[in-house]
């Protein structure tokens, strides 16, 4: 079984920043790629950003493209998300996941994807 717990959400004025992190537990860190979803009240769970398994690629939505920067520290089994410029609109809970296959030549974006969560954490940003 792998454990995600998630850190570091909170309350933020428009324009602000946090750091998401997430602890990782249960299997090989190292093998697996990540990645971090949010969900809004009403609203589906969508794709925020992914990270290979190496840590050498990375992935975004198109709306946290060069607000947002997701990183791995495969030696303290944690990931993390840095999140700027911050807008009303990003308020959601985020989730930290773990994707289903090990060494995967691909960065997954599907919920389907992943079948290890975090209990998520909540973000809110006020206007």
């Known amino acids: 079984q792998v454990q995600l717990v998630e850190s570091g959400g909170g309350l933020v004025q428009a324009g602000g920043s946090l750091r998401l992190s997430c602890a990782a537990s249960?299997?090989?860190?190292?093998?697996?790629?990540m990645g971090w979803f949010r969900q809004a009240p009403g609203k589906e769970r969508e794709f925020v950003a992914a990270?290979?398994?190496?840590?050498?690629?990375?992935y975004y939505a198109d709306s946290m493209k060069g607000r947002f920067t997701i990183s791995r520290d495969n030696a303290k089994t944690m990931v993390y998300l840095q999140m700027n410029s911050l807008k009303p609109e990003d308020t959601a809970v985020y989730y930290c996941?773990?994707?289903?296959?090990?060494?995967?030549?691909?960065?997954?974006?599907?919920?389907?994807?992943?079948?290890?969560w975090g209990q998520g954490t909540q973000v809110t940003v006020s206007s």
């Open positions: 990270i290979s398994w190496s840590g050498g690629r990375t």
């Open positions: 249960g299997r090989t860190f190292s093998s697996y790629s």
């Open positions: 996941a773990a994707a289903r296959y090990p060494y995967d030549s691909f960065i997954r974006t599907r919920t389907e994807d992943y079948d290890y």
